[in-house]
């Protein structure tokens, strides 16, 4: 070991990463489940030292922060860039540091990278950041580069689709690079900024589990590499060539979690990033809202008598929210014209949107409105005064009858912000849901940049309006999104069979009062089935709830049971604002299982949904987690009113409620009542 070898180490709750530098580019040592304070750094490093053998060159090169072409490395560099079209290949050494930060130059080629770490709640939020004293052309710049987990043997990453967000893949570490990128210029459906490395034998509740999330909204790119020495480096960064030339470029915060609690306690340390660290709430003391949407109730048919009376029922079920959609603007019809007009539409609205604000507030909701502004039809006032205001070649494929307009120009941005302040000025709207509903023509950086900044000056102009974030459904979710808006549209799909899915795994990144979820019309306009009303609210009821339906479509029993569990809803939520989403283990693959626990560990629910028929016959008892194992808890089943009576038996919970410890109900668990396909069980739990 070098006699000149600097240790840093820095710390988070469950997780320590210690740095290394011999006079170079500091290199992660080791990233892992905390150290005991103190651990003898230098003997860690003794410990660590590598091998050589024969079919090598002499020296294994680092694994730096930064892994740089030119002291050999075999993988792919953090670094790629060219100055008038020769690569460059710098060699950096360290010259700055305060233990988190550390200020690296290349002298000759006039380099500076500056790598940050930041603790936020549970997380490590790492950047890195490069000048260049002249002009250079970036292909790519990673966030800090770590090392994979050598006891791992899979990447947990995800892929999607419109109404079908969130799907987890799962692939092998092997020999070369795992690549996963996201070129259509918003973090994507296809593949979310999120990746898990789980150590063998991992499950949701136990084992050892790494995740990354990086936080960034437009396209991106994740490698996990396994080199020949058998090392194994990921790196996340911006997608490649996605930057224009210039002297100063920064990764987006790259934020670690490390568990000893399996999937839950990385994804409980990201839920808990997002909601206390990232969202910034406009209204933090008021609670949040049931929403009502009214998009699947009239699509693009306003009409004040109609919706007045939706207003009225929907009020009456419980909502607190009133959203007018697509359709109040131009001589928007349907989505072939008009996106860039944002001026009400007289015909539809002759007084304009205040006699609708008025019946919305007197009915004691406030009111929303859908706006799209970084779109265009080309069926458009603005697009026709403004062609160059559009990003992309003229003969480029549309996407829903759509063009983008370019947020990198100052010019485009200072007009949407008029257009919005406008409208924010001379209504009273407490919500905006923004949407985003075509992929960029080409990846972008400098569009993302340009929304950042467009809603950051809204944000300061409007502190108290909340803003949605939709694209398609979830196809722009990530915490640099969420650091400028409140709320999140994970899908398009309101069947509830879908969502208790897709919510389920999103829970691997999302906390509760961010993610919207709403009770459909009784056959769904996405997937066409036809699913029970108990269903459909209890599933929209495990998130930030709202209906989107039209409420006229209700017999009385509906209306009864919507009533009953958006009043559930509304009397839990000041806990469940505030718990860890916690997703089981289930022994039955038919079942998916949560349990959203209390800040305090005092009370938690438990929604287990049966997504289809089991192989066997009786259910199979849940396991719960989490909890103390010497505390008595009291179990109760929220809703036994929706027993069937094929379900024959004795189970305990059917008679009232049941006493047990948190030692039986982690080892043993519960036996549920026997359910039909496309059902949930719902049970509270209180610490006595």
Same mark, same amino acid.
């Given at each position: 070991?070098?006699?000149g ?7 988070a709750?469950g ?11 500091p ?8 150290l005991h ?11 660590c ?10 020296r ?7 892994p ?14 060219y100055r ?41 939020a ?12 970036l292909h790519?710049?990673?966030a ?6 050598q ?9 999607g ?32 900024p ?20 990086y ?7 994740m ?15 911006h997608a ?9 470029f920064?990764?987006a ?16 340390a ?17 609670p949040?809202?049931?929403h ?12 004040f ?9 929907a009020?009456k ?7 007018l959609?697509d ?11 008009s996106?860039?007009? %944002?001026?009400? $539409?007289?015909?539809?609205?002759p #007084?304009? &949107?205040?006699?609708?604000? @008025?019946?919305?507030?007197? =009915?004691?909701?406030?009111f ?10 080309l ?5 026709r005064?403004?062609?160059d ?11 829903r ?13 200072d007009h949407?912000?008029?257009?919005l302040s406008?409208i924010?000025?001379?209504n009273?709207?407490d ?11 080409v ?24 803003i ?7 196809g ?12 999140v %549209?994970?899908? $398009?799909?309101?069947?509830?069979? #879908?969502? &208790?899915?897709i919510?389920? @795994?999103?829970?691997?990144? =999302? ?9 459909g019309?009784r056959?769904c ?9 108990h ?5 929209a009821?495990q ?8 409420p006229?479509?209700?017999?009385e029993?509906e209306?009864?049971?919507l009533?009953?569990?958006t009043a ?5 939520r ?5 718990a ?15 349990q959203?626990?209390?800040a305090?560990?005092?009370?938690f629910?438990?929604f ?7 192989h ?5 008892p ?21 027993l069937?009576?094929l379900s ?10 049941l ?8 080892q043993?668990?519960?036996?549920l ?15 006595l």
């Amino acid at each position: 070991m070098s006699a000149g070898l600097q240790l840093w180490r820095i710390d988070a709750p469950g997780q320590t990463l210690v740095l290394s530098s011999d006079g170079g580019l500091p290199g992660g040592l080791y990233w892992g489940p905390s150290l005991h304070p103190e651990t003898d750094l230098t003997a860690l490093a003794r410990a660590c030292e590598q091998e050589v053998t024969g079919g090598m060159i002499d020296r294994l090169p680092p694994l730096s922060l930064c892994p740089e072409a030119a002291l050999s490395f075999e993988g792919q560099p953090g670094l790629i860039a060219y100055r008038d079209g020769v690569p460059l290949y710098p060699r950096f050494r360290l010259e700055e540091t305060n233990g988190h930060r550390f200020t690296c130059r290349d002298r000759k080629l006039d380099l500076t990278l500056i790598i940050d770490f930041e603790v936020r709640g549970e997380t490590i939020a790492a950047s890195t950041s490069l000048t260049a004293e002249q002009e250079i052309t970036l292909h790519h710049l990673a966030a800090p580069v770590l090392p994979g987990p050598q006891m791992g043997q899979e990447i947990v990453d995800f892929s999607g689709r419109w109404i079908g967000e969130f799907q987890m893949e799962r692939a092998p570490w092997r020999a070369g690079i795992h690549k996963r990128e996201a070129r259509s210029g918003r973090s994507g459906h296809e593949h979310p900024p999120l990746a898990y490395f789980p150590e063998a034998g991992a499950t949701n509740t136990q084992g050892t589990v790494f995740a990354m999330h990086y936080g960034w909204s437009g396209g991106h790119v994740m490698i996990a590499e396994e080199l020949p020495s058998g090392r194994r480096q990921i790196q996340w960064g911006h997608a490649s060539g996605a930057r224009p030339a210039g002297t100063r470029f920064r990764s987006a915060p790259l934020y670690l979690a490390v568990s000893q609690r399996g999937f839950n306690g990385c994804a409980t340390a990201f839920q808990r990033l997002l909601r206390d660290h990232v969202v910034v709430w406009p209204k933090p003391d008021i609670p949040r809202p049931v929403h009502y949407n009214c998009w699947e109730a009239v699509y693009f048919k306003h009409d004040f008598g109609v919706l007045s009376e939706i207003a009225e029922r929907a009020a009456k079920l419980g909502a607190e929210r009133f959203v007018l959609d697509d359709g109040w603007f131009g001589k928007r019809d349907d989505d072939t014209s008009s996106l860039g007009d %944002w001026d009400i $539409d007289r015909r539809k609205w002759p #007084e304009g &949107l205040t006699p609708l604000i @008025d019946h919305v507030e007197r =009915l004691g909701m406030t009111f929303g409105l859908w706006v799209e502004p970084e779109m265009v039809n080309l069926d458009s006032d603005l697009a026709r005064a403004h062609p160059d205001w559009i990003l992309g070649p003229i003969d480029q494929i549309e996407g829903r009858q759509q063009r983008v307009l370019d947020l990198s120009r100052g010019d485009v941005r200072d007009h949407l912000f008029e257009t919005l302040s406008t409208i924010l000025s001379t209504n009273r709207i407490d919500y905006l849901k923004w949407d985003h509903n075509r992929l960029l023509p080409v990846a972008d950086a400098a569009q993302s940049e340009g929304i950042y900044t467009l809603l950051r000056d809204l944000r300061t102009a409007f502190p108290e309006v909340e803003i949605e974030s939709c694209a398609s459904g979830g196809g722009r979710i990530d915490a640099g999104i969420l650091s400028l808006t409140q709320r999140v %549209w994970l899908s $398009d799909s309101n069947d509830a069979l #879908e969502r &208790l899915r897709i919510q389920h @795994d999103a829970a691997l990144f =999302l906390p509760l009062p961010v993610t919207g979820s709403h009770v459909g019309p009784r056959r769904c306009h996405t997937s066409g089935r036809m699913i029970d009303i108990h269903m459909r609210a209890w599933v929209a009821a495990q998130r930030h709830m709202g209906f989107e339906m039209d409420p006229r479509e209700l017999t009385e029993v509906e209306a009864d049971v919507l009533t009953r569990v958006t009043a559930w809803w509304k009397d839990n939520r000041h806990w469940r604002m505030g718990a860890d989403i916690l997703r089981l283990d289930s022994a039955d693959d038919s079942v998916i299982a949560e349990q959203q626990q209390a800040a305090d560990g005092s009370r938690f629910v438990v929604f287990a949904g049966k997504a289809r028929t089991s192989h066997q016959i009786m259910p199979r008892p849940l396991r719960l987690t989490d909890l103390d194992p010497f505390a008595l808890y009291r179990i109760d089943l929220v809703n036994r009113d929706e027993l069937h009576h094929l379900s024959r038996g004795r189970t305990a919970l059917k008679d009232g409620a049941l006493t047990l410890s948190g030692q039986i109900l982690m080892q043993q668990g519960l036996t549920l009542p026997w359910q039909f396909p496309e059902t949930i069980w719902v049970i509270e739990g209180e610490k006595l």
